[in-house]
């Protein structure tokens, strides 16, 4: 992992795991709201993401293991701020509605607030990716016991929380893992619902059926493991 900015005091830190993005990149980071960071990690894109994102006032990582998991990993790792969200950089979800996550977060009882995912046009959510995600989303329930009903990027959690998971994942198991994990640690998880849009370009995961069999199993493989003892924790307390 190569970090190429320095050490930011801002008050939230905003994790986009990027793969050739470039043409998304400027309209996500107009979204990124004032005096907080955008952390874009550039996970092997062949266009002009790096280049992009950094004219855009983007704090760059480079992460060169190939993997979803892998860039959120190291664009945690490169997070200093108390509070950091995740959010995908392909114009899907709207980084605006971060603040909204972030109030829940630190106003309510929750340690992790995630967003559900509402689609807002046909081709917001491709059918065979809605199908996986709502199967997914069952084996979670009956795994974690949380009511949840998407297993969407969008996320919010304070960062010293985040790094007592644990996490190992690095492929699309990342985000199912730090679900799974947190309601092991008794974590107190929110979901809320968010507009979820038609991506900008190809999408690398749920645009094709090899992509989305992929990452359910990744998820599977993650919901197949034994409990892993977590040290339990207050993540909506500052350490």
């Not at 995630?114 to 917001?124: E, K, S, V």
């Not at 893992?177 to 690398?204: C, F, I, N």
């Amino acid at each position: 992992m190569i970090d190429e900015s320095p050490t930011s005091p801002d008050p939230v830190d905003v994790v986009l795991p990027c793969l050739n993005e470039a043409a998304a990149l400027p309209w996500v980071l107009s979204r990124i709201p004032r005096h907080w960071r955008a952390i874009v990690v550039d996970n092997g894109s062949t266009d002009r993401s790096a280049e992009t994102a950094r004219a855009h006032g983007a704090h760059v990582v480079s992460e060169p293991r190939r993997g979803f998991g892998a860039a959120c990993h190291a664009g945690l790792a490169a997070a200093t701020a108390d509070v950091v969200c995740f959010c995908d950089c392909d114009a899907s979800l709207d980084p605006a509605l971060l603040p909204a996550l972030v109030a829940l977060l630190t106003t309510s009882t929750a340690d992790l607030v995630l967003g559900r995912r509402r689609p807002t046009a046909f081709r917001a959510w491709p059918p065979h990716a809605r199908l996986a995600n709502a199967r997914l989303a069952r084996l979670v329930r009956r795994r974690t016991g949380l009511p949840l009903r998407d297993l969407g990027p969008m996320r919010a959690a304070r960062r010293t929380g985040l790094l007592t998971l644990d996490l190992t994942d690095r492929r699309s198991g990342y985000p199912l893992q730090m679900v799974v994990r947190a309601a092991d640690a008794g974590w107190r998880v929110l979901e809320t619902d968010v507009p979820y849009h038609p991506r900008t370009g190809r999408s690398k995961v749920t645009g094709t059926w090899r992509g989305t069999w992929h990452a359910v199993r990744d998820m599977r493989r993650v919901l197949d493991e034994r409990p892993t003892p977590v040290t339990a924790h207050d993540g909506g307390e500052a350490q």
